[in-house]
Structure formats: C-alpha cells, structure tokens
C-alpha cells in the first residue's frame, strides 16, 4: 500500500517570491508521482508526473518538481508566483500496475500582493 | 475535444435517499475512476471501471456502487444516503488501464445530504 504526506497544509508566499511545497511518500513497491492543482469549484488539474528517467520533472505553469528516490520526496517548487498559483495542490502517487491514485491531505497556497 | 463532464454539477438529498450520479469521459478514453474529496478525509478513491468491468474498488461500503456503460459513459450510486456522504465526488477518464496514463478529472458533482 502507498501512502503521501505533505507536509504543510497552508503556505502563505508574497507575489514574485519562489516556493516550495512539500511531499513525501510511502510504498513498498515502484511508484509514479504526481502533482494536480485545484481551483476553487473546480476539479484537479495536472501539474507534473514522475514516471522515470531524470528526476526533474518540468509542469505547467512553470512548475517543476525533484524525484528523490532516498528520501522518498517529490517536493513542488515555482521560482516566482502569481495571484493565479492561489489554489490548493495535491501530491498523489499510484503503483505502476493500477489507475489508482494515494492523494495527499493538500496543501492550500496563498499568494499575497 | 471536450473533458470530462459530470452531471449533476450539485445535488442535495436527504438521509435514506438514494442517488445517482452520471460522468462521461473524454472521447475515446475507456477507463473511468471515481473519487470522494471531503474536507476530513480528502480525496479518496472508490471505483475503477474499463471495459464495462470494475477493475479496482477503494475501501467503501457496499452502499456505494458504479457501472459503465459500452460508449464509455459510466454512473455512481449511493444508495441509503448518510449525513458523511456529503462531498464532492469526482470521475476522472484515461485512455487505458494501468500504468502511467495520465487521469483526466471532471468539475465534479456536489452531493450534499440533509
């Protein structure tokens, strides 16, 4: 069974500033990783996913994220944010047999102005 | 091409009622799965469908139930409605089964019993 973690619920960030949002995972097993984004009154849309190769992986909306095989992580970063990033993200991981995703609790971002 | 679309957007229903909810994949997608996002849970996933078949079934009771249709198309039910069953459930579509397809989500449809 897999499992995700992220780590902080809320990230509050001022506009223009970078960010990063948190994720680890559990599985006894290979896994595919990813990152959805939803706005409010909206369902999930994809951000990135790891399925293997280089572990930087490059989304949309000038996302990226880094596979870390040993500490178990797929940490989302953006170098600058807009008021359009507020929305909540969620990491989520699926074994490489089954559709089925493991989703994170999410983690609600807040950009300021 | 047209996304995911999930009739109805919002339902409400009281306890004991039943409902059902309708999801119709991207063209040419023939997997579906459906999800329950609630505030204390989160995203939770219920059922798989490909192919007319229930391929994979998440941890909930027998009360919730889905099928697909030939053309894809596939529906939720909840029958014996609880006050917990209020949440937005979302379907989402891939081409195949398995592996790293990517799932595509619908708007979802909000449920909310009284």
């Known amino acids: 069974a897999q499992s995700v973690t992220q780590l902080d619920s809320q990230v509050p960030v001022f506009e223009e500033a970078p960010v990063e949002l948190r994720c680890n995972y559990s599985?006894?097993?290979?896994?595919?990783l990813f990152w959805y984004v939803q706005y409010p009154n909206q369902g999930l849309q994809l951000l990135l996913k790891?399925?293997?190769?280089?572990?930087l992986v490059k989304g949309i909306n000038g996302f990226e994220a880094e596979f870390n095989k040993s500490q178990t992580s797929f940490h989302l970063r953006k170098p600058s944010v807009h008021i359009s990033d507020t929305a909540e993200y969620f990491c989520?991981?699926?074994?490489?047999?089954?559709?089925?995703?493991?989703f994170g609790q999410g983690t609600r971002l807040t950009i300021n102005p | 091409k047209a996304g995911v679309t999930q009739t109805p957007r919002y339902l409400i229903k009281t306890r004991g009622q039943q409902v059902t909810l309708s999801c119709s994949p991207i063209s040419g997608h023939r997997s579906v799965s459906w999800y329950q996002q609630t505030p204390g849970q989160g995203l939770q996933f219920l059922f798989e469908?490909?192919?007319?078949?229930?391929?994979n079934k998440g941890n909930f009771p027998g009360r919730f139930s889905g099928r697909q249709f030939s053309n894809s198309r596939s529906e939720m039910n909840v029958s014996t409605l609880e006050l917990g069953d209020s949440a937005l459930y979302l379907c989402?579509?891939?081409?195949?089964?398995?592996?790293?397809?990517?799932?595509?989500f619908g708007p979802g449809t909000r449920l909310t019993v009284l």
């Open positions: 599985s006894s097993v290979s896994v595919y």
């Open positions: 469908y490909f192919s007319e078949t229930q391929r």
């Open positions: 989402a579509s891939s081409l195949v089964m398995g592996g790293p397809d990517t799932q595509y």
């Open positions: 989520a991981v699926s074994d490489t047999r089954a559709q089925k995703l493991v």
């Open positions: 790891y399925l293997s190769g280089s572990t």
